[in-house]
């Protein structure tokens, strides 16, 4: 069975920062495209940020120079360091991991994960 396990979430005020991590355990990890969704509530989930198992990576521009993703294939972590903080950058954080063909184009919408994590709260305050 696979899992991914999110850590790091928590409160911190604007133009702070924080790192969420996520551990994925039960399937090999250096296949999977990673990536971090974003969801509020009555809203729908957000792709924030992306690494391909070719590490080459993707990012929404709300948080590009910010934001940076980064894996560990040996630790099978992913995390996401998040820097100058908005208050729009609050919401409930998921890890997501899914494997797709060489040739195609890396996923951004949350409907092409098939792993998901339970999701991590995080709020910036003003």
């Known amino acids: 069975q696979v899992q991914l396990v999110e850590s790091g979430g928590g409160l911190v005020q604007a133009g702070g920062s924080l790192k969420l991590s996520c551990a994925v355990s039960?399937?090999?990890?250096?296949?999977?495209?990673m990536a971090w969704f974003r969801q509020n509530p009555g809203k729908e989930r957000e792709f924030v940020a992306g690494?391909?198992?070719?590490?080459?990576?993707n990012y929404t521009d709300s948080v590009k120079g910010r934001f940076t993703i980064s894996r560990d294939n040996a630790k099978r972590t992913v995390d996401l360091k998040r820097n100058s903080l908005k208050t729009e950058d609050t919401g409930v954080y998921y890890c997501?991991?899914?494997?797709?063909?060489?040739?195609?184009?890396?996923?951004?919408?949350?409907?092409?994960?098939?792993?998901w994590g339970q999701g991590t709260q995080v709020t910036v305050s003003s």
């Open positions: 997501a991991g899914t494997t797709r063909p060489v040739s195609s184009q890396f996923v951004v919408v949350d409907d092409g994960y098939r792993y």
């Open positions: 039960g399937r090999t990890f250096s296949p999977l495209d």
């Open positions: 690494i391909a198992w070719t590490y080459s990576t």
